[in-house]
């Protein structure tokens, strides 16, 4: 500790220029926390390759994300390329985004100032990550079928009707969706739906839950190695509703149409047509097989 009662560190601050909090009071406040335990650069990325120059050129100072789910994917994807997720070292996660899903399955407090503290204060803890046969990382959730339809849907519109793309992308999957997408998901090499069956959504979790909350795979715990996995086959009208209540408080996975398992390697086929995923809210172009494979113990994060 220096003579002004802060221990010497360093931090790199990275912050969206484009995302809606990059002005925000919260940025400042976060800055002045990390501030009484050692020296703070804030940068504002304007950009993916600005994002890589700062992530990779951090120079041994303390990396900490300010941002949502997506800056987050963003950030780890880049340094996923690099194949330094963890030399870079721990980073730091200050939750600023709309959902925080993953800062929540990690237990990190939603507030920005509390946050920080864990930076300064808590204790690294080695996470996994989920990756395809691409090289596409997941850090908290990947699913495919009338989720990951609705978002695209709503990506579509977001521009022209802002907050109601969403429930209209929602609305229009169901109608599009039909009778569900005939999938074949095969977890370690089981079956755990055969593809002539069509399901309504498959999800993959290191963490648990999507959309600010919503537990979509119920105790799924981002250190434990495993992929959770819930298929779930309620197709039709009323069975939708009744998994959609049943999400929200995190039910569903008791439901007779819904088949949960765990593994190391997750494989979704299409036995007809194609399929979207949706990962951490990065939508792909429709695919028609995909597999996922843990890589355990790739990257740090400071806890509580």
Known sequence: MNQHGRDDRSFLAL???????????????????????????????????????????????????????GSLH???Q??????????????????????????RSLRL???PVAAARVVTSGRPRALELLVDSRDRITVNTVHAGIGAAATATAQRFKKRLGALAYPLG??????????????????????????????????????????????????????????DVVVSTSTGPLARLGFAAGLRRGVHVERQDVTTAAGSVVEITAESGAFRLNSDGEVTDPQTSERFEMHTDVWRVFCP
């Open 170 to 227: 929602a609305a229009w999957a169901g109608v599009s969706a039909g009778r569900g997408f005939r999938l074949r998901v095969e977890v370690d090499g089981q079956v755990v739906a055969p593809g002539p069956e069509p399901v309504l959504m498959v999800g993959i979790g290191i963490g648990g839950t999507i959309g600010g909350g919503a537990p979509l795979v119920p105790g799924a715990d981002p250190h434990d190695g495993v992929a």
């Open 15 to 69: 912050v969206n220029a484009g995302a809606g909090s990059a002005g925000s009071d919260a940025v400042g406040a976060v800055v002045g926390e990390l501030g009484r335990a050692g020296d703070v650069e804030l940068r504002r990325t304007g950009s993916l390759e600005e994002l890589r120059e700062a992530l990779l050129g951090a120079g041994g100072r303390q990396i900490v994300l300010l941002g949502g789910d």
């Open 74 to 76: 963003a950030a780890l």
């Open 78 to 103: 880049l340094l996923w390329d690099a194949r330094c997720t963890w030399d870079v070292g721990p980073l730091g996660i200050v939750p600023l985004g709309t959902g925080n899903d993953l800062a």
């Open 109 to 111: 407090p939603l507030d």
